[in-house]
């Protein structure tokens, strides 16, 4: 018999206490009431920002993971304590997400109708200009390149139509079935940032699962990392972690590997070759070490990319 809410909801927050305080409002409405909000605050102790215990509901299960750790690392901390619980599903929810009142609702109807996707998301729209798709269904080809459908699309212009099956779900809005984190374990957290959702559902499918996008289930996705041009963290771990992931995952030449990813890159050293023209050549540098991190298998955290940029 279970005890206890049938979902976890796990958020990962970093800093931005306002996104997180807006997340978990938006939480508040969800039609799920049967739901556990586990929030994991990878913030630096030395960091100096309000208490998040003193800005959420009490009800809300705060847990320190007392530095920067990475996405995924912070999503296993609340993955274990819904484990140790009875909880049925995992939501993995990023914290400059926003829900609507049915937007889990949803997602459990197409878990329940499909009992065999263990991965299941939600069309992603833009926070800044909600009716734009930003996400709907991750497609992966060649050689590990990876793209979004429907990425900038109005979204009524695309019909919801019925479950399908996509090659992976945006760690935006992820929901995992205990069964599958039972048979296939945890998210990698080697990438730190980046790629560790794609990697996690072609572990699941490798192990017989799907991975399916739910209809009529949207997200409003508030992306820090938008601007004129990247910053330098997405930039290092999109490249590397791009590059780890296609070589753990597919069995082309190093070669055809870094000639796909040439185009993933050429768009964004155009951006600050625009915009910030005094940082190409440190941009250039910074494609230069994720390239051989990403040949070494050099993984984890690094500290120096915006000195590597800016000096």
Not at 2 to 31: E, F, K
Not at 242 to 270: D, Y
Not at 275 to 291: D, F, I
Request: proline share 5%.
């Amino acid at each position: 018999m279970r005890i206890g809410p049938r979902v976890a909801t796990v958020v990962v927050n970093y800093r931005h206490y306002d996104d997180t305080v807006r997340c978990l409002t938006s939480l508040q409405a969800s039609d799920t009431a049967d739901q556990r909000v586990i929030v994991v605050d990878n913030t630096e102790r030395e960091h100096h920002g309000p208490d998040l215990t003193d800005l959420l509901d009490p009800a809300v299960e705060v847990v320190s993971a007392g530095d920067n750790i990475g996405f995924a690392a912070g999503c296993n901390i609340g993955i274990r304590a819904a484990l140790a619980s009875s909880a049925e599903f995992v939501w993995l929810l990023n914290p400059d997400a926003v829900v609507s009142a049915q937007t889990l609702t949803r997602l459990l109807q197409t878990a329940e109708e499909h009992p065999d996707a263990g991965i299941v998301g939600s069309r992603i729209l833009d926070g800044g200009h909600p009716a734009r798709i930003l996400f709907n269904g991750g497609v992966i080809k060649g050689h590990g390149s990876t793209y979004h459908a429907d990425a900038g699309v109005f979204d009524p212009s695309v019909p919801d139509g019925t479950v399908r099956d996509v090659d992976y779900v945006t760690g935006a809005c992820f929901l995992i079935r205990r069964e599958t984190l039972r048979q296939i374990g945890l998210l990698s957290e080697d990438y730190f940032l980046y790629y560790e959702e794609t990697d996690y559902c072609l572990r699941a499918q490798q192990a017989g699962w799907r991975t399916v996008l739910a209809p009529y289930s949207r997200v409003w996705h508030y992306k820090r990392s938008a601007g004129r041009y990247p910053p330098p963290y997405y930039v290092y771990y999109m490249c590397r972690n791009r590059m780890h992931f296609s070589k753990r995952f597919f069995t082309a030449p190093l070669s055809e590997i870094e000639s796909e990813l040439e185009a993933f890159v050429t768009c964004w050293l155009r951006q600050v070759a625009t915009h910030a023209p005094q940082l190409r050549a440190g941009y250039e540098k910074l494609v230069e070490l994720a390239l051989a991190d990403g040949r070494d298998g050099r993984l984890g955290r690094r500290d120096d990319l915006d000195a590597l940029v800016s000096g």
